[in-house]
Each structure stands twice: as structure tokens, then as C-alpha cells.
């Protein structure tokens, strides 16, 4: 037995494997790798440098959703800027609190979400990328610097960073090509993209501002969805300045506009552009402005009666999505019924689809989402952050996937890809 010990000891040795890098490599999702690297010091360097090599390639996961932590013994009147932040997570219905987060995070400065990297904007508009699973950082630019920057931008970018920038993302999951990725964003009615390398901020010649979403793809893609519902995208694989490839704009639907301009006092719409395997979504979420404790949009008139001294709590939430395929030889949204097998994710984050198979715990032919109304998000002590559950559209329905009684959630909660870099 000792012999064949030291014949096994000495195959690997040859081989130049590290017995604990064959263990990662056998592991079936992030989740086991951030077990394994809280074991002790020397397996989370090992896990350290897989991750970081080139033999890992991360599977498809579920997201995990970054949101503050309530600990059981927390009570209303404690400080509200103690409370830590931790990950929940979908397929195990389970909290993490050790959570790696920066000052910008629990500030409520992150303005996007994108390939497991937080984007985030501090009050003197420097904008860096963070990664929560593995604490890395990377310093990007300076807005007030690079851009045309007025006294109201100043005000805004000091009390609601994500009323100047409405979304940002990621170019790619890694942060090993600092040459070609960077960060594209949604700035005011621009839309903006900043490489690594030099830290320079440089206007996309958008047609059709202003915009609603941005997205990108494995391909080094660009996608914008205009508030008309028109697509632009742009080619960022080349050396040079980013091409665009694709200016279409669809009739805008139908149904949708009827019920946009039909109840305009009752509802807001939101827009997301959504890439699958095979087409790009149009994704249109219907808020209520006012909904009441029966799930009834009410108009704020109706929140204060003749009894009343003071007007009811009839927080803003999520009732209604329309979803669109485009169709790009006939340039128009259709209308889709069914995801079939995919899973969306929407809010503040890169929206994306997944096949449900990859995402254990959530539900097939969904739209999971979190709260992205930027408008109304800080307007009131009592709500704002709340607005997350999961439409199924099927069932034409909005229901929870997260346990909690509180209106009140601060900082925001954001989608989150399991990213080890």
C-alpha cells in the first residue's frame, strides 16, 4: 500500500499538478470553490492561482443577490449604517454575511452590476469596478475630469449617483485584458464607454437618445436600447474606436403603447434589452405608482380621504411585463407569450438570460428582478429598494422569492453573477 502511495505521489509530481488543483478542477459550481478556499491559507492560494489560470472556465450560475443583512437581533431603531450586507442565494434559499464590500457599496454608490463586478461611482465621480466573491479593485477614470460636467451634474452625482448614470457595465467577466474591456454606460442622455488601459471616457456616436439599457456580449459587443425601442450596437473587438454594426428601429408595440398612454397616472414603464442564445429581448416592466395592500394600483389623489389625517402607505411595486423578440428581417418587436426554458434577470444589473437548467432554484419561463426605479428609490424614509420578486409568465403573476417584511432597503439590491476574479 505505502508503495503504491509513493507510485500515485510521484505521478503527480511529474505531471506538475498540484493534488488540490486536481480537487478544484472536479468541483461542480462557484459556490464549492469559495467553500474550498475558506478551508485554511494554502488552499486559498491554490484556488487563488486556478482561478486565475487558464485552465478555469466558470459554468453558467445562478445570480446571487447582494442586499443589506438584517441580523435577528436587529431592531427598527438601530443604526441603519451598521447593518452589514451579505449574498443570498436562489438555489439554497441561504444568506452569506462574509461578503467582501467597500465604502461606495454600503454608501449606495453602485450604478450597475455586470459579469460578478460592481460598478461603482464615489461623490468626487471616480468610478472604479469591484468584485465582491474576491475583493479585487480596478481603478477606471474620473467623470469630472473626462466630461462636460455642470453644477446640477455635481449635485446630482453628491445625492443620487444613478440619476446621472442610469446603467453601467462590464465589457467581460475577467479582468486579465485590461487592453480591450472597460466600462460602457448610460450618462444622462450619452452613452459612454472607458477602456482600462487609459482611463479616458469617449462618447458612442448614439443616433436615438435617450436610452433605457445597455448589454454586453462575449463577442465584445455593444447593444443599446433607445426609449423609442430602437437597437444600436457596437463592435468593440477591433484595435480602433468602436464600430457600429447595427441601427434598427422597430415599430414600437402596440400593446404596449395602448397601455402606456391608457394608464399613464397609474403606472411607469421600465425597458430592458435582453440577449438569449438565439434573439434580443425586449423586456417592458409595468410599475404601479401607488399599489395598496389588495396589489391594486391606486392614484395618489385616492391616498388621502375626508377621514384621514394622514395619507395611506401605498409604496411603488412591480405588477405587469410585456416581453418582445426582434425580428430583424421584418424590423419589429413580436410578442412573445413564453421563455420556454429561460430564466431573466433585470433591475439595476447587466440584464441576462439563462436556461433553467443552469439556474437551480429558480423557475422556468420567469422574469426575476430587483428594484431599478431610480426616480423613487430615496423619495421616502418608509420605502424604496423593495421592489423585487419574480413574474411568471405563465401565470401572469408577480410573486416573492425573498422572505422579508421590509419596505426599506439601503443600499439597493443588485444582481450579482458568481465571478472568482
Known sequence: MANKRKRDDASSSELGIDPLECILRKLPSFLDVLRFKRVCRSWYSVAENYVSGPCFSPSSQTPWLLLPSYEEDWKEDDDKEERGLCFFNLEEKKEYRDVSVCREVYEGRCVGSSHGWLILLDKKG????????????????????????????????GEHPRMLVSKAVVMSDSKKNKHKDGVVMIYGRKLVFCPYNDGRFIELDGAHPPYQDIICSSAHMVSALSEAGSVEVWDFSGECFPTKIMDMTPSFPLKTAELVRSFRDLYSSHFYLVETCRELLFIVRFIGEFVDGDGKPVREGDLLSDEDTQPKICPYKTLLFHVYRLDPHEEKWVEMESLGDQVVFVGGNHSISLRVEDCPGCMKDSIYFTDSYWERVDEDYSYGGHDMGYYSLRDQIVKPFYDTQLWKMKPIPFWVMPNPW
Request: no cysteine; glycine share 6%; net charge negative.
Open 126 to 157: 471616480n468610478l472604479s469596478v469591484f468584485n465582491p466573491f474576491s475583493g479585487a479593485r480596478i481603478q477606471v477614470g474620473s467623470l469630472i475630469q473626462d466630461l462636460e460636467f455642470t453644477y446640477v451634474d455635481a449635485y446630482t452625482l
